[in-house]
């Protein structure tokens, strides 16, 4: 894997943050392709440099910054968690990470990570695809199981006996109809999947009404054995027209099954609701104080507001103890925010009748925790911190993506040793197709970003440089350009009604380097240019909206996404 630096931004070491590079040997432009020699991200949130930590136990939420939604956890009994996350449309997918305390995870890869594994995602929108992963460990066989949606091919799940290597190919699962599937592992030896599908008899009485259900499930022929029941209709208090029970999971505690669903949408109406019950059929009787995570009885204007809190995971510790993680978001005004949905981590507290409870409800999510016999981790997910990829390896590292497949035709790591080469392909980033575009989240609110490029177009339809993408008609590209005989550089603005120049300085034909920066602050973007190596910057695009590429207006489920970017297919509408 490609390595990249971690560090602590209060460290200060500057030689490594963006724009203060020093710069490799240079290399000669080449056709039709841009060449990148690093990339360098650098998170600088306000809140953490005001409230730094006070000691090893304590940790931020969220534990995993930027869009890593819809989380997952299971632990194999062993001292051993493992945690994954949506990717829906970009590859490969379904990120997994390691623990050994629940605090400072580690990503030791992705689940997903052929294609036989990931199909039909071409045409399909980026917040289509792979829907809310679950992950669960079978003490039974020793065999780790991940189970999710592919809204383009159905639920289906993999398998390995080692989450650090490969899984297998997809197992569909034609008699699990809906989304959202999880696997329960009783006690017993038995096994089940629970997951959310429509009304009865496909007959809604509202819009939202969706149904849970429940399976069992024979691990010794990978198949659904029986009736496949509905445990719950409509949701917790069915005659206040509950909508989207989802995200469904079953434990078991105390002699006593436990049913954990979201309710209210993935918005800021979002909760977490629990019901008791005698088998994993049920019946499932609702607690009374319900719900046990939510935000949407707090006041908007709170600061740092944490909102969409939902779509929950637990896990009990050796210790006895219950932690889970759910999703949430911060946005910075308003609902906007480009981070997308988060991963937060908190304590799980019963009460003294038996119902487990995240935070009590009118209570705020704090941003800030902490925990016994935590370590910090060498390179953190949490907090402010700086990456940098010198593309080094044959391979990209954890952080990298691409969108609905591999894009191995379109970028290379080999080609030009040390450096990152993209193709200038015949597509544009507004297609639903395979991109040629390498990218990574943002993750944090105030962040800095550069690259050093070299490239001169050949044509006026080539271009490349950096993109921020939101999905198909939510974008801003900074990139070199060419109309005619006078060579550009741009920024972009990618819209429902194609591209539109927003900013532009002519350059000299023969400068064949450049180097690129964008900035933000959660509400606003800056574009950045350097001619010399990146002793000066040069100001291109200020104030230019960061709301377009927030989910507020964009809509989907995904954050905002940041990388490199070649076409030979974006002539200026």
């Known amino acids: 894997m490609a390595k990249l630096t971690n560090i602590a931004i209060a460290l200060g070491c500057l030689a490594l943050l963006p724009g203060c590079s020093s710069r ?3 290399i000669a432009p080449q056709s039709s392709v841009a060449i990148f020699d690093s990339f360098s991200y650098e998170g600088d949130d306000n809140f953490y440099k005001d409230n730094p930590l006070p000691d090893e136990s304590a940790y931020y939420n969220p534990v995993l910054a930027g869009w890593y939604s819809d989380p997952s956890l299971c632990t194999n009994g062993k001292g051993d968690y493992f945690l994954v996350t949506s990717t829906f449309t970009f590859f490969p997918g379904v990120p997994i990470f390691h623990s050994r305390d629940l605090v400072n995870w580690e990503q030791i890869g992705h689940v997903l990570t052929r294609e036989s594994q990931l199909v039909n995602m071409e045409k399909q929108h980026v ?19 991940m189970v999710t949606t592919n809204v383009g091919a159905g639920n289906f799940f993999v398998k390995t006996k080692d989450p650090f290597g490969e899984w297998s190919d997809p197992i569909m699962l034609p008699e699990v109809a809906g989304i959202d599937p999880a696997f329960f592992f009783d006690e017993d030896g038995k096994a089940y999947i629970v997951n959310n599908d429509d009304a009865p008899d496909g007959k809604p009485e509202y819009d939202g009404h969706r149904t849970v259900r429940v399976v069992e499930f024979d691990t010794a022929t990978d198949k659904c054995v029986g009736e496949r029941r509905i445990v719950v209709n409509k949701g917790c208090r069915p005659e206040e027209k509950p909508i989207w029970c989802e995200g469904p999971h079953i434990y078991k505690e105390g002699g006593n099954y436990y049913l954990m669903t979201a309710e209210g949408g ?31 009885t707090l006041d908007s204007s709170r600061e740092n507001p944490v909102t969409c809190a939902g779509h929950a995971d637990m896990v009990k510790t050796p210790e006895g103890d219950w932690w889970g993680v759910f999703l949430a978001c911060r946005p910075v005004e308003g609902d906007k925010e480009n981070l997308g949905r988060e991963t937060f981590l908190l ?17 705020v999510v704090p941003l800030m925790g902490s925990k016994q016999n935590v370590k910090r981790a060498e390179k953190v997910t949490f907090g402010n911190y700086a990456r940098r ?34 193709k200038c392909a015949d597509v544009k980033s507004s297609e639903k197709a395979v991109l040629p575009y390498v990218c990574r989240r943002l993750c944090h609110h105030n962040f800095n970003c550069s690259t050093h490029m070299t490239f001169v177009p050949e044509s006026d339809s080539q271009l490349a440089g950096m993109l921020l993408l939101k999905d198909e008609t939510h974008q801003y590209l900074l990139a070199r350009t060419k109309s005619g005989d006078t060579h550009k550089l741009e920024v972009r603005k990618i819209a429902e009604d194609g591209s539109h120049t927003i900013a532009e300085i002519p350059v000299d034909a023969s400068l064949s380097a450049i180097d690129f920066r964008i900035s933000g602050n959660g509400l606003k973007y800056r574009f950045h240019y350097s001619t010399d190596g990146g002793k000066k910057w040069e100001l291109l695009a200020d104030d230019v909206d960061a709301g377009y590429t927030s989910t507020a207006e964009a809509g989907g489920f995904t954050g905002t996404v940041v990388g490199l970017y070649a076409s030979n297919a974006e002539n200026i509408d």
Request: avoid cysteine; charge should be negative.
């Open 266 to 296: 993935t918005s800021v109406g979002h909760s977490e609701v629990i019901y008791k019950g005698p088998t994993p059929f049920g019946p499932f009787t609702p607690w009374d104080a319900n719900p046990i995570l939510t935000q949407r």
């Open 389 to 422: 990829d010198e593309f080094n390896d044959s391979t990209l590292d954890n952080d990298w993506m691409t969108l609905r497949g591999t894009a191995s035709d379109y970028y290379s790591l080999t080609q030009n040793p040390g450096h990152l080469t993209v």
């Open 127 to 145: 917040s289509g695809g792979i829907f809310a992963p679950d992950i669960a460990y079978n003490p039974a066989n020793e065999t780790y199981y």
């Open 24 to 26: 490799k040997a240079g």
């Open 347 to 363: 304590p799980v507290n019963w009460t003294s009748d038996g119902w487990p409870r995240f935070v009590e409800n009118g209570d």
